[in-house]
Every structure is written in structure tokens, then in C-alpha cells.
T-cell receptor, first 113, second 112 residues
Framework: GAVVSQHPSWVICKSGTSVKIECRSLDFQATTMFWYRQFPKQSLMLMAT?????????EQGVEKDKFLINHASLTLSTLTVTSAHPEDSSFYIC?????????FGPGTRLTVL | SQKIEQNSEALNIQEGKTATLTCNYTNYSPAYLQWYRQDPGRGPVFLLL?????KEKRKERLKVTFDTTLKQSLFHITASQPADSATYLC???????????FGGGTRLMVKP
């Protein structure tokens, strides 16, 4: 149980385009979903916390207009990187939770050319 | 400011030995502490959770201790196997909510 999927697993895009990443909890209803970013050889950095039906809470330094988060249901959250630039290239990971444990998706590798 | 420190140097051990990884924290009062395993290019996988009022937790070959006085958690893998080679992350959650703050992770290499 506690399976979280992400789609796509990797994406390459041109600078200035927008990219949408989906995060789904497959076998449980997640009251909260989290979005993280991880740069090479670094740990996970929380970007935002998302609760179903309400606005996401962004961490300091994360631009909410650039990283749009929609949490439309208890099993789906999306992260849209708008007007992506090369410095947005990273590994984006979501997690879903219905209690103290968090269950992570496999991650999405974003490369912006 | 809050700090969660894990040994950034890789830990190399021989197969069959016990691996011990350390997580120290400062300026933090976690309600619970979690350990995750992360393989290259993959998301973290939940291993164990220990609450602030618990001293020790076990799961198969894994054991976690939590000392809130020392502000330290130890993560042990007994009878280690090459398949245990990965990066292990500790993560803390505050008293309110379940937002996790991660340490930098320690890479474990188990040699056959």
C-alpha cells in the first residue's frame, strides 16, 4: 500500500515554456501533499505544502506565481513550473500523507534548455 | 536556526557488519523523526518513524534510537547486504503539522 506516482518521470523543455507535473496517491486518500526540489548531491528542499481544496503554503523563497500548485482532489496534486528557465532544472519530488508518514513519488527530472 | 546534520562522508562497510548512521539536530523540538532510503534518481522510501516519547524502534534488520536529550538519532542496519547500499535521510517533523525537514543524507556502501 501507500503508493504515490508521478508523471512524467522526466521532461526536457525549452526556456520560457511551462511544464506540468502530476502527483497521485494510488491507494489512499492524501489529506496533504508536499512538493520538494532536489539538486544534485543535495537533500530535499520543501517547496510547498498543499491541502485538498485550499491554497498551497509556500516556503520562503519559493515564488508562488512561478510554481503553481493545484490540489483538486484527495488523490491528485499538480505542480506547474511556469516560464521555465535553465536554473529551474532539478529533480522534483512529491509526497502524500494521511498521517505522520510521508510517501514519496518516484520524482520528475526537469531539464530546461 | 534549525540544523539537521548527517555525516556527509560516505560510510563504507563490509557485508555482514552492522552499519550505524547518525542524525544530530539543533534548535528543534521534533514530535517525531523519520528515516528514509533514497536510491539515485529515485524518490525517498519511508523506512521507520519514531516519536519523541519513544527510545527505540525496530523493523526486521533496522533499528532506530531517539535521544531527545542528546538531540540525536542513530540508525542501525544489522547483517548488512550490498543491496542496502543507498543514501539514508533522516527527517524531522515539528510538534504541529507534519511538514518534514530533511538532513543532508549519508551514503552507505556495503561491500561484498
Amino acid at each position: 500500500g501507500a503508493v504515490v506516482s508521478q508523471h512524467p518521470s522526466w521532461v526536457i523543455c525549452k526556456s520560457g515554456t511551462s511544464v506540468k507535473i502530476e502527483c497521485r496517491s494510488l491507494d489512499f486518500q492524501a489529506t496533504t501533499m508536499f512538493w520538494y526540489r532536489q539538486f544534485p548531491k543535495q537533500s530535499l528542499m520543501l517547496m510547498a505544502t498543499s491541502n485538498e481544496g485550499s491554497k498551497a503554503t509556500y516556503e520562503q523563497g519559493v515564488e508562488k506565481d512561478k510554481f503553481l500548485i493545484n490540489h483538486a482532489s484527495l488523490t491528485l496534486s499538480t505542480l506547474t513550473v511556469t516560464s521555465a528557465h535553465p536554473e529551474d532544472s532539478s529533480f522534483y519530488i512529491c509526497s502524500a500523507s494521511d498521517g505522520p508518514e510521508q510517501f514519496f513519488g518516484p520524482g520528475t527530472r526537469l531539464t530546461v534548455l | 536556526s534549525q540544523k539537521i546534520e548527517q555525516n556527509s562522508e560516505a560510510l563504507n562497510i563490509q557485508e555482514g557488519k552492522t552499519a550505524t548512521l547518525t542524525c544530530n539536530y539543533t534548535n528543534y523540538s521534533p514530535a517525531y523523526l523519520q528515516w528514509y532510503r533514497q536510491d539515485p534518481g529515485r524518490g525517498p522510501v519511508f523506512l521507520l518513524l519514531i516519536r519523541e516519547n519513544e527510545k527505540e524502534k525496530r523493523k526486521e534488520r533496522l533499528k532506530v534510537t531517539f535521544d531527545t536529550t542528546l538531540k540525536q538519532s542513530l540508525f542501525h542496519i544489522t547483517a548488512s547486504q550490498p543491496a542496502d547500499s543507498a543514501t539514508y535521510l533522516c527527517a524531522l517533523a515539528p510538534n504541529a503539522g507534519n511538514m518534514l525537514t530533511f538532513g543532508g543524507g549519508t551514503r552507505l556502501m556495503v561491500k561484498p
